[in-house]
Each structure stands twice: as structure tokens, then as C-alpha cells.
């Protein structure tokens, strides 16, 4: 069993930063791809950013320049540091990791979710 747990959301006015924290807990052989998302009201779950197993990062456009993400493989953890916060960045924002589990006789790769945290900026 494996689970994601994120944290550092909150409310922030427009201008100002975050730090998101991400970890996975569980059975874990290694982590290969991870990323962050997130989900507005109304709207559908949009990718925000990834980074792989050796520190290549993707970013949307709308977040580059603005936020960083990263990654600490001995904690198995990822984050997301984002400054120069706007009234559109107000979502849910969820972890998501590509995790490879010890099943024993053999190993599976799998897709798993954190449960979301807010992000809410203020105008």
C-alpha cells in the first residue's frame, strides 16, 4: 500500500509564495516520474509540472517562471515552490508519483494520487 500525503497549502494574497510538500509512504522499490496537478472549480484537473527519477523537469506555460519543482529521492519526496502567486492559481492541488512496489516475487509500477491540498489566492 502506498499513499501520498501533501501539505503547505493555505490562503495567500496575490504576490506572495507557497512551498507544497509531497510524501509517499508504503512498500516503495523507487520512484520514477513525479508531479504536481491541480484542479479549479468548475474546470478540469490540469497538469502543473513534473520532474523524473534524474531531475528533468516539465512545467505548463502558465506556471514557468513562477514555480519550481523538485524532488528528494531518499525522502521520497517531491515539492512545489511557487512565488508570485495569482487570483487564477486558487485550485486543489494534487501529487501524483509513478511508484514502483515490491510484490514479492516480482515488482509493479503504478500510478498513485495524494488526496489534494488548497491553494487559495487572494486578490
Known amino acids: 500500500q502506498v499513499q501520498l500525503v501533501e501539505s503547505g497549502g493555505g490562503l495567500v494574497q496575490a504576490g506572495g509564495s507557497l512551498r507544497l510538500s509531497c510524501a509517499a509512504s508504503?512498500?516503495?522499490?523507487?520512484?520514477?516520474?513525479m508531479g504536481w496537478y491541480r484542479q479549479a472549480p468548475g474546470k478540469q484537473r490540469e497538469l502543473v509540472a513534473t520532474i523524473t527519477s534524474g531531475g528533468i523537469t516539465n512545467y505548463a506555460d502558465f506556471v514557468k517562471g513562477r514555480f519550481t519543482i523538485s524532488r528528494d529521492n531518499n525522502k521520497k519526496m517531491a515539492y512545489l515552490q511557487m512565488s508570485d502567486l495569482k487570483p487564477d492559481d486558487t485550485a486543489v492541488y494534487y501529487c501524483n508519483m509513478e511508484v514502483k512496489t515490491d510484490k514479492g516475487s516480482y515488482s509493479r509500477l503504478d500510478i498513485y494520487w495524494g488526496q489534494g491540498t488548497q491553494v487559495t489566492v487572494s486578490s
Open positions: 508504503g512498500s516503495i522499490v523507487s520512484i520514477n516520474l
